[in-house]
């Protein structure tokens, strides 16, 4: 869950990371320099708020159990979240292989 929070608040080596950058890019280019300074102040804010739902999940005591156990995840949900937590850190490690599903992607939606 650390992962995907923090890949969210966009920062490295996240995926979250290279999909802000590129944004960001796009807005400079496009001279909305106003706009980006605007997210980059917005996801400086969104840090605190991905921070707190970090603290509240390992740093707080449950207070739902009777026996102070902790609660149990089905061994399914586990690999499929560490699917998604590695795909996340995939997507930076190798960008280009989904760079170039996406443009594939993009060019197959422009077809007759």
């Known amino acids: 869950?650390?992962?995907f929070l923090i890949s969210m608040a966009g920062?490295?080596?996240f995926?979250?990371?290279l999909g802000k950058l590129f944004v960001?890019?796009?807005?400079?280019g496009s001279g909305f320099t106003w706009l980006v300074i605007i997210a980059v102040l917005t996801s400086v804010v969104s840090l605190y708020y991905y921070a707190s739902i970090i603290?509240?999940?390992y740093f707080v005591e449950y207070e739902?159990?009777?026996d102070g156990s902790r609660i149990k995840t089905p061994g399914v949900?586990?690999?499929i979240i560490s699917f998604c937590a590695a795909a996340t850190i995939l997507m930076v490690v190798l960008p280009y292989i989904f760079i170039g599903i996406s443009e594939?992607?993009?060019?197959a939606g422009m077809g007759p």
């Open 1 to 3: 869950m650390i992962i």
């Open 11 to 13: 920062l490295p080596p």
């Open 15 to 17: 995926a979250g990371f």
């Open 24 to 28: 960001f890019k796009a807005g400079i």
């Open 55 to 57: 603290r509240q999940m």
């Open 64 to 66: 739902g159990s009777q």
């Open 77 to 79: 949900y586990l690999a």
């Open 104 to 107: 594939g992607a993009i060019v």
